[in-house]
């Protein structure tokens, strides 16, 4: 029974597979546990769930503002807000 040549793709697909797989092993090996923790990197990522809400067009247009000066969009801009505003003691 003749062998099918792989097509280029296949290939391309294999070699970029050994890749991350050598870079997963390399990484395994590797124990960063307390530099992380000493380092202060770590960052907990708590579940969020999406929601709507209707804004004004004035509104967004001054989280859009907002967003622009802290360099981030208008969405990101309204949820630190948001989280300022509910965490701060009133």
């Not at 296949?10 to 991350?20: H, I, S, V």
Request: charged share 35%.
């Amino acid at each position: 029974m003749q062998r099918r040549k792989k097509s280029t793709g296949e290939r391309k697909m294999k070699n970029a597979a050994t890749r991350r797989d050598a870079t997963l092993r390399e990484f395994e090996k590797q124990d960063l546990g307390d530099d992380i923790v000493s380092a202060g990197a770590a960052v907990v990522v708590h579940p969020q769930r999406p929601t709507s809400i209707l804004l004004s067009d004035e509104l967004k247009e001054a989280l859009r503002r907002r967003g622009r000066e802290l360099g981030v969009g208008y969405q990101t801009a309204a949820k630190m807000i948001l989280a300022k505003y509910v965490n701060a003691k009133l």
